[in-house]
């Protein structure tokens, strides 16, 4: 792979009282530096679907492109595709190899490296608490349609990760994908005989549970409201062996320039910060202002040049979760009300009826049985309804 030494600023280290350059040519691979736009990742752990797919004896070109997308994409992982593909991409693959765990098969294969930058600088941390935090606080660079999250609780670390883009199928294949890089990483930085204490997963439990058992190590409890990983919060204080400060100053370096090329779409910071935060906290327009340190005024402002607002944004977000939660889990809908901030199931289906044109419980159904191309064509009305104000529920 070509690699560059013109990264951030130079470092020097001294020789016999002088000061002199010092190489970073073997730091860090040149072509992951490219700025991503909203909606898109990086190909890094997806690019795993190809040697997946290829275990099952099935071509993956055919099914590449059927997505619309070229298959020479998958030679760098460094290459960045929409994340709606990555999840039309899983649906197909699912299909055709009649694998319900194939998502967690393609996690499976990637490593720490797969989550390219952001991964190198897990690597080059000081500790695997300040290695999560790198993840949490950086994954935007590599990839813009999921959000991981860290909250500590009762001596319990729960890494989280989220899908914040709408329109996206497959969501359960992808946080199944996502969990499993994410436990091959903490291994990489804790040792190979670390796991979870235990493993959380937003979809029904599947007829087979020993692909997840195996690979997790850990009791894994399906049916749950997000993908979480479990684990004590004294994990996080553990020394990265082989960690190197001068590669983390160049890495770091290299992240806050691509921050500032990439830019963003307020919108899109504020559906990442509202996927995380909607089914565990207090998230109110006023909520959101406080934690961001600016005015109401300020956000609505800010919204409003982004052509949405906030309660079209939030009520996105929240049709986004209930979608996954309905199609893919047998959560009751009394606790998928609840965790959305509704007070009564009675007032999430009137939203969701707003949003989707069915009730939660027809909209289940229709995943049931296989029939989602209606539920599909009701996602994709959804932004042009809430834009117009035709979308209620909580501000």
């Not at 190899?97 to 989550?115: Q, Y």
């Not at 990483?185 to 087979?208: H, Y």
């Not at 599909?376 to 979308?391: C, D, E, M, Y």
Request: glycine share 8%; proline share 6%; charged share 20%.
């Amino acid at each position: 792979m070509t690699m560059t030494n013109d990264i951030g600023p130079a470092l020097r280290s001294k020789s016999n009282g002088q000061e002199r350059p010092i190489s970073v040519s073997s730091m860090v691979p040149a072509g992951l530096g490219r700025a991503l736009p909203p909606g898109y990742i990086h190909l890094g752990v997806a690019k795993e679907i190809v040697p997946t797919l290829r275990e099952f004896g099935i071509d993956p070109v055919p099914i590449i492109r059927e997505v619309g997308l070229d298959p020479g994409l998958f030679d760098d992982g460094a290459n960045i595709i929409p994340h709606a593909a990555l999840g039309r991409l899983l649906t197909l693959s699912v299909a055709r190899t009649h694998c319900p765990h194939f998502g967690l098969l393609a996690g499976r294969h990637a490593t720490i490296l797969s989550l390219g930058l952001v991964g190198r600088l897990m690597q080059h941390s000081e500790t695997v608490g300040d290695a999560v935090r790198a993840l949490v606080t950086n994954l935007s660079i590599q990839n813009r349609g999921a959000v991981p999250s860290l909250m500590i609780s009762d001596g319990m670390a729960l890494l989280t990760f989220s899908i914040y883009q709408p329109e996206v199928e497959s969501a359960d294949q992808i946080s199944d994908g996502s969990l499993a890089v994410a436990v091959n990483a903490l291994r990489t930085l804790c040792g190979s005989d670390w796991n979870p204490t235990e493993v959380l997963l937003p979809r029904a439990a599947p007829g087979d549970q020993e692909p997840y058992r195996r690979h997790f190590r850990a009791p894994v409890r399906f049916n749950q409201e997000n993908a979480t990983l479990v684990f004590p919060a004294r994990d996080l204080e553990h020394r990265i062996e082989g960690a190197d400060p001068m590669v983390r100053e160049v890495l770091e370096e290299r992240i806050r320039q691509m921050k500032i090329a990439q830019g963003g779409e307020f919108s899109d910071d504020i559906r990442r910060l509202l996927r995380t935060r909607l089914t565990s906290t207090r998230c109110s327009a006023e909520d959101i202002a406080e934690t961001l340190a600016m005015h109401r005024r300020t956000l609505s402002r800010r919204l409003k040049d982004s052509g949405m607002g906030y309660r079209a944004i939030a009520n996105e977000i929240r049709f986004e979760i209930a979608r996954q939660l309905l199609q893919d889990t047998e959560v009751p809908l009394g606790q998928i009300a609840a965790a959305l901030g509704y007070s009564e199931a009675s007032a999430f289906t009137r939203a969701f009826r707003r949003w989707s044109g069915r009730t939660p419980k027809a909209w289940r159904a229709d995943g049931r049985s296989g029939c989602l191309a209606t539920a599909v064509q009701s996602v994709n009305g959804l932004s042009s309804r809430v834009k117009h104000g035709a979308a209620g529920g909580l501000q």
